[in-house]
């Protein structure tokens, strides 16, 4: 399964990229999790399973929005209180509950 957050710069994202692999291992889930900028984003999504968007990037939800709803992956912007304590686990949750409830994994 693979999820990709994206942020600005693709940089503030790192940290909570870290908390959430961490969380994945603690649980035993099998997950590939990168962070890109906004502009990098198009390159990833024919390889992703679920996309996060950033809480400062919350603008461009609705042009990812169009994107996963062609290629059947959800989308959806970070709980700011989750990204702003770096809530891995939080984080990672969520994103398997979207998963779960749209697109087939990869």
Do not use: W
Not at 2 to 24: F, P, Q, R, Y
């Amino acid at each position: 399964m693979n999820i990709l957050l994206v942020c600005a710069a693709g940089m503030s994202t790192s940290l909570l990229v870290s908390k959430m692999k961490e969380a994945a291992d603690s649980k035993g889930v099998n997950v590939t999790i990168q962070a890109v900028s906004a502009d990098q984003a198009q390159k990833h999504l024919d390889e992703i399973d679920v996309l996060l968007l950033g809480p400062q990037v919350r603008y461009k939800l609705p042009q990812f929005k169009k994107e996963g709803e062609k290629r059947g992956i959800p989308v959806d912007v970070i709980n700011p209180a989750d990204y702003g304590r770096i809530n891995g686990q939080g984080v990672l949750e969520f994103a398997l509950r979207l998963i779960g409830e749209g697109a087939n994994p990869r």
